[in-house]
């Protein structure tokens, strides 16, 4: 089966938890080092990956409620992908295991 959203969903969170990793560098980048750092110059370009990141994450949320539609999923569900979704490395686990509910409802109904 063609599945648009889910290949849609797996895309936009891998990308959306590795700019959050960018973005938490950054922070952490900026705080831990001196004002002259490479980390300070480059505060405008960490700025736009800012930016960017909360657009991405306003589609991975759209994406979610999605597939929380589409799947029947409880509100409760979703907003454990969406809040799971804002922690480093986390992100990852929860996108495979969104993905893994996926395919376990797909073979669930074909039985």
């Not at 952490?28 to 930016?51: E, H, P």
Request: proline share 1%; hydrophobic share 55%; with cysteine.
């Amino acid at each position: 089966m063609n599945d648009r959203l889910l290949r849609a969903y797996q895309v936009m969170a891998t990308i959306v938890g590795l700019n959050l990793l960018i973005v938490m560098a950054g922070f952490i980048g900026k705080y831990a080092t001196d004002a002259g750092s490479w980390w300070n110059r480059n505060q405008d370009a960490f700025l736009v990956i800012d930016q960017l990141h909360g657009f991405l994450f306003m589609v991975l949320i759209v994406l979610v409620a999605r597939l929380t539609l589409r799947e029947k999923w409880s509100w409760g569900y979703m907003l454990s992908v969406i809040v799971l979704a804002c922690i480093p490395l986390v992100s990852f686990w929860s996108e495979r295991r969104t993905t893994h509910r996926v395919h376990a409802g797909r073979q669930t109904a074909s039985v």
